[in-house]
């Protein structure tokens, strides 16, 4: 007998996330990054960097994102396919997962990168990443400009 079946998959021990609570925008990503040829993954790349500082790239992936910054220059922001081809799929996930901390529109701004490429929109996983930003958009509350002006 299994008196616990329901429970088990409801959390993991040590009260972890349960797959429910797992985003899946940083795997997604990774997954049209992948799939993408060089100057595409060099423009997802770009997107996702802007609104990092430098200490914030050093943070993620072992600094593999500063070391494309600072070989490239910081004020013309510009991945080479090579430096492309030194990101794996895991950096991806690494990096979205700190842009999202850092900026919401960042992330939904990869829609635009995405639907504006042939390449990339011909991907399942892009198809489904638009989907699932299209539905995070439209759940989430508009920002108001002067929400933390305390003159208006």
Not at 13 to 22: C, I, L, M, R, S
Not at 36 to 57: D, I, M, N, V
Not at 120 to 138: D, E, I, R, V, W
């Amino acid at each position: 007998m299994n008196h616990n079946n329901t429970q088990s998959h409801q959390s993991t021990p040590h009260g972890g996330a349960t797959a429910a609570q797992v985003d899946p925008v940083p795997a997604l990503v990774a997954e049209v990054y992948a799939e993408a040829p060089p100057a595409e993954r060099g423009r997802l790349l770009e997107h996702l960097l802007k609104p990092l500082s430098l200490l914030s790239l050093a943070a993620v992936a072992n600094g593999i994102f500063a070391k494309i910054t600072m070989g490239n220059g910081w004020s013309t922001l510009k991945v080479s396919p090579e430096d492309a081809s030194r990101v794996d799929s895991g950096d991806v996930v690494a990096l979205v997962s700190h842009v999202q901390q850092v900026s919401v529109q960042a992330i939904e701004g990869l829609s635009k990168v995405i639907s504006t490429s042939p390449v990339l929109t011909g991907s399942a996983a892009a198809a489904m990443l638009l989907a699932l930003l299209t539905k995070q958009a439209k759940s989430r509350a508009p920002v108001i400009s002067n929400d933390f002006d305390p003159i208006a």
